[in-house]
């Protein structure tokens, strides 16, 4: 089976021909455990519904855990599991959305609103080329040859 690393090698993948994605997700998780300790399969791309399928394998201990917290929610466990991630994505995002406020309100306490949108536009537009980033103390300031 072909598969290719991402550059930090700390994701595979490849492609796998099935009738649906989560067949896919089965078949290729059947393959894989043998070779390789794998937590979490995913699909890359979404499925009719806009969805990306997880495979993933729990403990007996917390597939029990799972199965007993959706049972007293009248849910099956791959629903129960897949509104508990989606609930702990969204719940993660308006934390990143509460921290980056502040920091913005703290930056806008300070400086004036053009200069914070200007500095933003210049960190942006250096940070597209990596090397760059790099080349600059942490004042800002190009370091002297």
């Known amino acids: 089976m072909p598969l290719a690393a991402n550059a930090d090698h700390t994701r595979l993948m490849t492609v796998r021909h099935a009738k649906s994605p989560g067949q896919a997700l089965r078949s290729l998780r059947g393959e894989l455990d043998r070779l390789l300790p794998i937590d979490v399969l995913t699909t890359h791309y979404p499925d009719r519904s806009g969805q990306v ?61 053009e200069d914070v949108l200007a500095c933003t536009v210049h960190v942006l537009l250096r940070s597209r080329d990596p090397a760059s980033l ?10 002297t040859p």
């Open 134 to 143: 790099h080349s600059h103390d942490e004042n800002g300031s190009q370091p």
């Open 53 to 113: 399928l997880l495979n993933v394998v729990l403990p007996r201990a917390m597939c029990s855990t799972v199965r007993h917290a959706a049972a007293a929610r009248g849910q099956k466990p791959g629903v129960f599991l897949g509104r508990a991630v989606v609930a702990a994505l969204q719940r993660n995002e308006r934390e990143r959305t509460r921290q980056l406020t502040v920091q913005l309100t703290n930056l806008l306490a300070h400086h004036a609103p």
